[in-house]
């Protein structure tokens, strides 16, 4: 069965597209594809609503309506970063900081700019760009702790474990004022990073802290937990071998 807040949308959308068809001179028509685009990405249509967006920023004529190709463009970056679309993301994003230096979302296109770089798999490039804004201090906390986090997992996948391990570190240390997800996320990883060095007790010392901080019943804390089994497990063998 349908959602009914997605079949109202459905409708929305219908009464939106026959607008644009009746009505293809409106004035309207930006304000029109831009309730389209959102009702699209609603519906997690990204790319029905990356079109859209497009039509918004196609449809904008007059100085007055900036605004709303300023908000369009930012909404065009989100739609091609749902999709996985990081080749096309990358290019909106360059463009909007060339043509709206100002954009009232820059230190959020910044970051999403490390992810793009990331994701691409060109983790020295991301690296870089996210010790740069760190360093020229763009960030809000919780930003600034997502970029720390994203800096360790860069390393982590050229399998750099110690620098991974000490960027991992730096989002606890300087994270008291970012959200604790972050904080966790990249506890956890760190101990990832020690039991792909094989250093299975300072992992197990770290899941122990998840477990204290978080509670044992939570799912990040029970999730900890079973990782301490594992690798106690691991030990006793590895101990059990050596007899």
């Known amino acids: 069965t349908k959602d009914p807040s997605e079949e109202s949308t459905a409708l929305a959308l219908e009464s939106l597209n026959r607008f644009v068809k009746n009505y293809p001179n409106s004035k309207q028509l930006s304000a029109v594809f831009l309730h389209i685009a959102n009702h699209q990405y609603s519906l997690r249509n990204y790319l029905q609503a990356a079109g859209a967006y497009k039509q918004v920023i196609k449809a904008t004529t007059t100085s007055s309506d900036l605004?709303?190709?300023?908000?369009?463009?930012?909404?065009?970056?989100?739609?091609?970063?749902?999709?996985?679309?990081?080749?096309?993301?990358?290019?909106?994003?360059?463009?909007?900081?060339?043509?709206?230096?100002?954009?009232?979302?820059?230190?959020?296109?910044?970051?999403?700019?490390?992810?793009?770089?990331?994701?691409?798999?060109?983790?020295?490039?991301?690296?870089?760009?996210?010790?740069?804004?760190?360093?020229?201090?763009?960030?809000?906390?919780?930003?600034?702790?997502?970029?720390?986090?994203?800096?360790?997992?860069?390393?982590?996948?050229?399998?750099?474990?110690?620098?991974?391990?000490?960027?991992?570190?730096?989002?606890?240390?300087?994270g008291s004022a970012g959200s604790s997800q972050w904080i966790t996320s990249a506890d956890f990883q760190r101990a990832k990073c020690h039991e792909s060095l094989s250093e299975y007790t300072t992992a197990i010392v770290i899941y122990d802290r998840i477990v204290q901080r978080e509670g044992g019943s939570t799912p990040q804390g029970e999730m900890a937990n079973e990782q301490v089994q594992i690798l106690r497990h691991r030990l006793d063998q590895s101990n059990s071998e050596e007899l």
């Not at 994701?119 to 020229?136: M, N, P, V």
């Not at 809000?140 to 860069?154: H, I, L, M």
Request: net charge negative; no cysteine; glycine share 4%.
């Open 67 to 174: 605004d709303l190709v300023e908000e369009a463009v930012w909404l065009l970056l989100k739609s091609y970063l749902a999709a996985h679309e990081y080749e096309t993301a990358h290019q909106v994003a360059n463009q909007i900081l060339k043509d709206f230096p100002n954009h009232s979302h820059l230190s959020d296109i910044r970051l999403e700019l490390g992810v793009i770089l990331k994701e691409k798999g060109q983790y020295r490039e991301a690296i870089q760009h996210f010790t740069s804004l760190l360093d020229q201090q763009f960030l809000t906390s919780n930003d600034a702790s997502e970029a720390r986090f994203y800096v360790g997992e860069s390393y982590q996948n050229l399998g750099e474990y110690r620098k991974a391990i000490e960027a991992y570190y730096k989002v606890s240390y300087h």
